[in-house]
Antibody, heavy 121, light 107 residues
Framework: EVQLVQSGAEVKKPGESLRISCKGS????????ISWVRQMPGKGLEWMGR????????NYSPSFQGHVTISADKSISTAYLQWSSLKASDTAMYYC??????????????WGQGTLVTVSS | DIQLTQSPSSLSASVGDRVTITCQAS??????LNWYQQKPGKAPKLLIY???NLETGVPSRFSGSGSGTDFAFTISSLQPEDIATYYC?????????FGGGTKVEIK
């Protein structure tokens, strides 16, 4: 059974750093890209970026480039989303999602349960 | 960036009604469009990929159509368990984006 299990909720102060994780199981972790998706309170879904776990090649949405870092450790089948300096506006639910499909077909076929990040002084 | 405009932003319908949501892309995206369902407090779930393909295990009352810039998502007979917010999402080129969502409620 394919599963993406994310790390638990976090409460941080502005300016602090944070790394959340997404561990894949039940499939070949290096065979599928992982994306991160943000959902701010009461709002819609925003694609943040993606990583190829086989070589850690990444793409970012311009809206998030430079503010977050996506990485992966294929030896432990885990992807990460990291901030070096959190802002209150980073308060949101963050989902990881596996990219399925093939040639010219891409869709998020499995999702993590979400990690709630709260940034407040 | 490609913008996806979903309408309506919310709707209320009766059990058994046919419900249609539209998603308009700001440029031609061929059939590179997916639909997701998100129930309150849950992660999104893939329903339709490549505009019209039903994901395995998804009830056949859900369907998708369209290509180019205009797409539609239909629930042929609304059920109480379909209460959720529905999102379209394109993957034509980066950055991928989602539509603003359509909240479906029971009348």
């Amino acid at each position: 059974e394919v599963q993406l299990v994310q790390s638990g909720a976090e409460v941080k102060k502005p300016g602090e750093s944070l790394r959340i994780s997404c561990k894949g199981s039940g499939y070949s972790f290096t065979s599928h890209w992982i994306s991160w998706v943000r959902q701010m309170p009461g709002k819609g879904l925003e694609w943040m970026g993606r990583i190829d776990p086989s070589d850690s090649y990444t793409n970012y949405s311009p809206s998030f480039q430079g503010h977050v870092t996506i990485s992966a450790d294929k030896s432990i089948s885990t992807a990460y989303l990291q901030w070096s300096s959190l802002k209150a506006s980073d308060t949101a639910m963050y989902y990881c999602a596996r990219l399925g499909g093939g040639h010219r077909s891409s869709y998020f076929d499995y999702w993590g349960q979400g990690t709630l990040v709260t940034v407040s002084s | 960036d490609i913008q996806l405009t979903q309408s309506p932003s919310s709707l209320s319908a009766s059990v058994g009604d046919r419900v249609t949501i539209t998603c308009q892309a700001s440029q031609d995206i061929s059939n590179y469009l997916n639909w997701y369902q998100q129930k309150p407090g849950k992660a999104p779930k893939l329903l339709i990929y490549d505009a019209s393909n039903l994901e395995t295990g998804v009830p056949s009352r859900f369907s998708g159509s369209g290509s180019g810039t205009d797409f539609a998502f239909t629930i042929s007979s609304l059920q109480p368990e379909d209460i959720a917010t529905y999102y379209c999402q394109h993957y034509d080129n980066l950055p991928w984006t989602f539509g603003g969502g359509t909240k479906v409620e029971i009348k």
